[in-house]
């Protein structure tokens, strides 16, 4: 069972930049496709990127498309998400998460490990 421990979340100005970071432990992240997903004040998990094994194929959430990229680094077992040119929108709770499955899946109820969470705060 994979333990997944998301880092690197804080509060940032308008236009600003934040590089999000997901450790995982008690399995080779390798194993999982992963993704990253958001929680808005009074608003449902979405989803915002998912990224392949081995980190050739992504998708993103049109939202963020072209303002945000996600990466992987299978030996360090170890994601991350850069956002940039943030907006006080993305203001968010953001997950990441781990499927066992094949596909790029954007549903939340496809991924089977979910980190705590960390909170991104952009002010205009």
């Known amino acids: 069972q994979v333990q997944l421990v998301e880092s690197g979340g804080g509060l940032v100005q308008a236009g600003g930049s934040l590089r999000l970071s997901c450790a995982a432990s008690?399995?080779?992240?390798?194993?999982?496709?992963m993704a990253w997903f958001r929680q808005g004040p009074g608003k449902e998990r979405e989803f915002v990127a998912v990224i392949g094994r081995i980190g050739t194929v992504a998708n993103y959430a049109s939202s963020v498309k072209d303002r945000f990229m996600i990466s992987r680094d299978n030996p360090k077992n170890t994601m991350y998400l850069q956002l940039n040119s943030l907006k006080s929108e993305d203001t968010a709770v953001y997950y990441c998460a781990a499927s066992s499955g094949d596909t790029l899946a954007l549903a939340t109820a496809s991924y089977d490990y979910w980190g705590q969470g960390t909170q991104v705060t952009v002010s205009s």
């Open positions: 008690g399995g080779r992240s390798s194993t999982y496709v």
